[in-house]
T-cell receptor, first 112, second 113 residues
C-alpha cells in the first residue's frame, strides 16, 4: 500500500484553531480527500483537493502541495462536536484503476 | 433516497464459519470498495472494483473474497482463512475517476466468537 502519515492524536481547546497534517507518497496521485469519523460511525466527506492551494468550506479548510506530498486540514472556531477522527485519503491511479487509500486517522479531542 | 446500504449492522458468527456481508448502492456508481477498521485504527483496503465482473485485491485481501455480478452490489465474504475477522467493515462507492468523493455505508460490526 501507499504510506499515508498523519498524527495519531491531537488535543485542542474549544474556540481555537487546529491544523492536522498529512503526508503521502506522490507516485500515482490523483486527488486527496479529508473525512470526519465519529466513533462507531461511517466516515463523512469534508473536502477534496487535486490542485495546489487552499480550499475553504466554512470553518474547515484544506491545503495541498503536490510536489511535497503534503496536505493539511484546518479547523477554525473549534466546537465540542468536532471531537472525532479525521482521515486523510489519497486516490491513487495505476494500471487502469483507481484505489482510494486511507491514513490511520487523527483522533482530535476538543476540550473546554 | 439514493445511498449505500450495508446489512446487517451487527453480526455474530462462530469461529470457522464463512460469513457474507452485504453492500448495495443505488447511486449508479462504478467503483465500490471494502475496508476493514480495527479499534483506534484507520481504514485498510480489502478489495475494490471499478466495473462489473472485475475487482482487485487491496492491502489485506487474504482470507476474504468478493464478487461484482451487478453494478449495485459488492458482497464481501469473510472466510475461515481470515485469522482475525472481528472488526468493523465499511463499504464505499464512488464514480470512478478523479474528484469523486466516496460515500460510505453505515458499516457492519462483525464479531467472531
Amino acid at each position: 500500500g501507499q504510506n499515508i502519515d498523519q498524527p495519531t492524536e491531537m488535543t485542542a481547546t474549544e474556540g481555537a484553531i487546529v491544523q492536522i497534517n498529512c503526508t503521502y507518497q506522490t507516485s500515482g496521485f490523483n486527488g486527496l480527500f479529508w473525512y470526519q469519523q465519529h466513533a462507531g460511525e461511517a466516515p463523512t466527506f469534508l473536502s477534496y483537493n487535486v490542485l495546489d492551494g487552499l480550499e475553504e468550506k466554512g470553518r474547515f479548510s484544506s491545503f495541498l502541495s503536490r510536489s511535497k506530498g503534503y496536505s493539511y486540514l484546518l479547523l477554525k472556531e473549534l466546537q465540542m462536536k468536532d471531537s472525532a477522527s479525521y482521515l486523510c485519503a489519497v486516490l491513487y491511479s495505476g494500471a487502469g484503476s483507481y484505489q482510494l487509500t486511507f491514513g490511520k486517522g487523527t483522533k482530535l479531542s476538543v476540550i473546554p | 433516497d439514493g445511498g449505500i446500504t450495508q446489512s446487517p449492522k451487527y453480526l455474530f458468527r462462530k469461529e470457522g464459519q464463512n460469513v457474507t456481508l452485504s453492500c448495495e448502492q443505488n447511486l449508479n456508481h462504478d467503483a465500490m470498495y471494502w475496508y476493514r477498521q480495527d479499534p483506534g485504527q484507520g481504514l485498510r483496503l480489502i478489495y475494490y472494483s471499478q466495473i462489473v465482473n472485475d475487482f482487485q485485491k487491496g492491502d489485506i485481501a487474504e482470507g476474504y473474497s468478493v464478487s461484482r455480478e451487478k453494478k449495485e452490489s459488492f458482497p464481501l465474504t469473510v472466510t475461515s482463512a481470515q485469522k482475525n475477522p472481528t472488526a468493523f467493515y465499511l463499504c464505499a462507492s464512488n464514480q470512478a475517476g478523479t474528484g469523486n468523493e466516496a460515500f460510505f455505508g453505515q458499516g457492519t460490526r462483525l464479531t467472531v466468537v
